[in-house]
């Protein structure tokens, strides 16, 4: 994102002028495959799921919970909801103006999960 914003800053005004840019990944990319790069790069073992009727259920639990007054419950029904919506936002404007990213998912999970190694957390 901060190349993104420098080649914003830096680009001529009129390809910039009376456009939106959202910044981040040109393409949306699955969730569940962006845990196990994470995954794989730990090296920890594998992540494992949950059917979608169950996490339901789970999460009409929380929102009992909550409704009780246990407010730092783990999944709600809001909480729930926030993870399967999809938010995918048309970054056309940014790779015309930005062109190509310079890093790659993995790249930015091999880079993340050394940096946290590094730091012993």
């Not at 994102?1 to 990944?25: K, N, T």
Request: glycine share 6%; proline share 2%; charged share 20%.
């Amino acid at each position: 994102m901060v190349d993104q914003i420098e080649r914003l800053l830096v680009a001529d005004a009129a390809q910039c002028s009376g456009s939106v840019f959202y910044l981040g990944d040109y393409t949306a990319y699955i969730v569940r495959d962006w845990a196990n790069l994470i995954q794989k790069e730990l090296g920890i073992k594998r992540i494992r799921t949950m059917p979608l009727t169950i996490l339901r259920a789970i999460a009409t639990v929380g929102d009992a919970l909550n409704y009780i007054g246990w407010s730092r419950v783990p999944l709600t029904s809001f909480r729930l909801s926030n993870m399967l919506t999809n938010n995918i936002l048309d970054s056309e404007n940014t790779a015309r103006v930005c062109g190509p990213l310079n890093h790659s998912v993995a790249d930015g999970v091999r880079d993340t999960v050394a940096w946290i190694k590094m730091r012993g957390i």
